[in-house]
């Protein structure tokens, strides 16, 4: 796994990836368009909260002859392209849906290898998460978890506590179902402790009672892989969020693809249920 992965600049990445000799011109042209998108997006209706669902991994390592943990290790690399791209437009919040609680039920060497994978992340990047002042958030059911994982998790969140840079979501072992289960049983002891009367539950009262609180309505919500589903992902943030799917393999998605993304949701007129003027 590429150290540093997070925050390497892109033109250390074009050095490294261009042969001496020969592919010059194609760099040249990636930057061009790179350069061209970002100039076509406008400043001043990006998208507060981007969210997206990681999704091809395995498909794509199988597609190479791999297996499905080669997949999610060639995803760390889209990772950082998502993040290096909302913190140059500077988007406040990105959430990324690594593990649900649903994939506890694939195969344990994957499951493990996974597991291993984010903890080994996680303290490698701490550096450079506070260098750029990134905020780190988890959520899900983190005490399913492995210890070592956990471990890793109290560390970052210890570490970037007071960052004040984009706030970046990790969901682990996380369904939408398990958020609003929990949002529930947490209002339930309030009103029975009194501490909430049953007739000031509204949906603002009830959101705060969500573990996924700390994060705004999701305005973007992008999967990818081809699947045209949400999966139980953020179902309370994501009511009015734009969808966007591409059949781009996560492992695929790079920096153009974003700056894609952003423009097809600038070309949305957002009625949140209203009539348009």
């Not at 959101?207 to 992008?222: G, S």
């Amino acid at each position: 796994m590429t150290k540093n992965f997070y925050f390497i600049t892109l033109a250390l990445l074009l050095s490294k990836n261009t042969p001496a000799h020969g592919q010059a011109p194609i760099v040249a042209a990636e930057q061009e368009v790179l350069s061209s998108l970002r100039a076509s997006i406008n400043s001043d209706t990006l998208p507060k909260h981007v969210a997206i669902i990681m999704d091809g991994n395995g498909r794509w390592a199988m597609q190479r002859g791999k297996e499905r943990l080669f997949g999610h290790k060639s995803a760390m690399h889209s990772v950082r392209e998502a993040v290096e791209g909302c913190a140059e437009l500077n988007i406040p919040y990105l959430t990324l849906y690594a593990f649900s609680i649903e994939n506890w039920d694939r195969p344990p060497d994957e499951v493990a290898g996974m597991m291993d994978l984010i903890a080994t992340t996680i303290d490698g990047e701490l550096t450079e998460l506070a260098e750029n002042k990134v905020k780190l958030s988890f959520v899900g059911d983190l005490q399913r978890l492995p210890t070592k994982c956990q471990r890793a998790i109290q560390k970052a969140l210890e570490a970037t506590e007071k960052n004040q840079g984009l706030h970046l979501t990790i969901a682990l072992s996380y369904s939408g179902r398990w958020d609003l289960t929990e949002a529930s049983k947490a209002l339930i002891q309030a009103v029975q402790e009194r501490r909430l009367g049953i007739h000031e539950i509204t949906p603002k009262v009830f959101q705060q009672f969500l573990p996924t609180r700390t994060t705004p309505d999701i305005d973007l919500l992008v999967r990818t892989s081809g699947e045209q589903r949400t999966s139980g992902f953020m179902p309370w943030q994501a009511i009015y969020a734009e969808l966007l799917f591409s059949a781009v393999f996560w492992p695929d998605f790079r920096k153009k693809h974003f700056y894609e993304a952003i423009l097809a949701y600038q070309k949305r007129y957002r009625r949140f249920g209203k009539v348009a003027p």
